[in-house]
């Protein structure tokens, strides 16, 4: 076949690596040029030549108007996921929602890992599934983080037991309707068969009309499962809420759903509450990073949607300087003005989407108008006090000033060292 891989990022270029290692006529293109064998430059007309098959990387746009008039040639337009389905051996897990997908993917492939069970990790994070094709083996459990731009393109891709753990507003930049970015997480339901699982978050109206999407058993999770302290799971009690190690009730609910799982592949409740005790927070979701001079830092970069960020600054009691801005996705940021009139001394804003954001906070704290994550993080240090808490959690992606989540994440972590260092001296 003569395929087109389009976007040379890790997931176009384990694509293409794959399609050539098999002999394959693979061509990569992308928006940016690329020093690759063969490579073309992305263009709408590029999409009119005579491809039979078109690879998407997650971060190219499905409904590109050269794509559309694709499909209708009877192109078949796939994304990476989708590529990776026939040569994925063992059973499939994925794991998707708006929130909390990393550190629940990360939180069941170590609860599995601990108790012995053969097991690898990628997806949306880590591994390209394309590359985890080449080392699955029959055996073995593959644990993906599914992202709306990954399940968007599916159609044969099986998960045996698929996860939601909640919808909220997130994307729409791309997706352009809330309902087409909820449609494009429950095709991960759709494509399930009888005899698999849907484990779903029952508190979140979207997920449980996911239920209606999958002849697969349902297993429900939700807030009910936390009470008198514990955390239950199949109505027994699982483990005390004071020993998860990482903070928030969102955090309890990710629990919740890597011990359904979990109970899915065999693994006895004891195991998982001694492997939950150990499981250490995602970089760059949550992350404590310092407490110098008694003002602590916490690195949230991954909290790229306002309601990430609600639940970010649900896992605090107050005394907050939240540093918050960055690309805006279409998001709604007027519903942060409560929790910040109650937890926040003062907002600091970076980024392009720093207008919008003040205007839709109005008089909800004080608003500093940083510009840039240096300058926020100065300000806010210069104006916490012992007893305070510095949080990036910026309800924005990070492609205006940043590579990544996780460039944002590692430079808001070197800005707080280089205080720290200098409060040592």
Not at 13 to 30: H, K, V
Not at 260 to 283: C, M
Not at 289 to 302: H, L, M, P, Q, T
Not at 346 to 372: C, F, M, P, Y
């Amino acid at each position: 076949m003569k395929t087109l891989v389009v976007g040379m990022e890790k997931s176009g270029r384990a694509a293409l690596a794959f399609l050539r290692e098999r002999g394959e006529q693979a061509t990569p293109a992308d928006l940016k040029l690329r020093d690759i064998e063969g490579f073309r430059l992305q263009s709408d007309e590029l999409f009119d030549e005579a491809w039979d098959r078109i690879v998407l990387s997650p971060g190219v746009p499905a409904d590109l108007p050269g794509l559309e008039r694709a499909r209708a040639r009877g192109v078949e337009v796939i994304g990476e996921i989708e590529l990776a389905a026939p040569f994925l051996q063992g059973r499939t897990i994925g794991i998707t929602g708006s929130n909390g997908k990393t550190t629940t993917t990360s939180l069941v492939g170590h609860i599995l890992q601990s108790a012995a069970v053969p097991v690898q990790v990628g997806g949306n994070i880590g591994t390209p599934v394309i590359a985890m094709a080449q080392t699955s083996r029959s055996e073995q459990w593959n644990v993906l983080e599914l992202s709306s731009f990954q399940l968007e393109t599916i159609r044969l891709f099986r998960a045996q037991v698929g996860v939601c753990l909640n919808v909220t507003q997130n994307h729409l930049d791309r997706h352009h309707t809330f309902e087409n970015y909820a449609a494009a997480k429950g095709n991960l339901f759709r494509t399930q068969q009888a005899g698999d699982f849907a484990v779903l978050n029952g508190d979140d109206a979207v997920c449980r009309s996911f239920a209606e999407l999958t002849p697969a058993k349902i297993v429900w999770f939700g807030g009910a499962d936390l009470h008198e302290g514990q955390v239950w799971v199949g109505g027994e009690a699982l483990m005390p809420l004071s020993e998860i190690p990482i903070p928030g009730r969102h955090n309890a609910e990710n629990v919740l759903a890597a011990a359904a799982v979990a109970r899915i592949a065999g693994v006895p409740l004891s195991a998982i509450a001694s492997a939950v005790k150990t499981f250490k927070a995602v970089e760059h979701r949550l992350e404590f990073v310092a407490e110098i001079d008694g003002v602590r830092f916490y690195n949230d970069s991954k909290a790229t949607s306002v309601d990430a960020t609600i639940k970010a600054l649900d896992s605090f009691e107050g005394g907050l300087w939240v540093i918050l801005g960055g690309k805006d996705k279409g998001s709604d940021y007027t519903v942060l003005r409560d929790r910040l009139r109650r937890k926040a001394k003062g907002a600091l804003l970076i980024g392009a989407a720093a207008g919008k954001i003040a205007g839709q906070l109005g008089d909800s704290t004080v608003v500093h108008d940083a510009n840039t994550l240096d300058r926020a993080v100065e300000e806010a240090w210069r104006s916490a006090r012992p007893g305070d808490t510095v949080l990036l959690a910026p309800a924005c992606a990070s492609f205006d000033q940043f590579e990544s989540y996780e460039h944002r994440g590692r430079v808001f972590k070197e800005l707080v060292n280089r205080i720290q260092h200098g409060a040592d001296s």
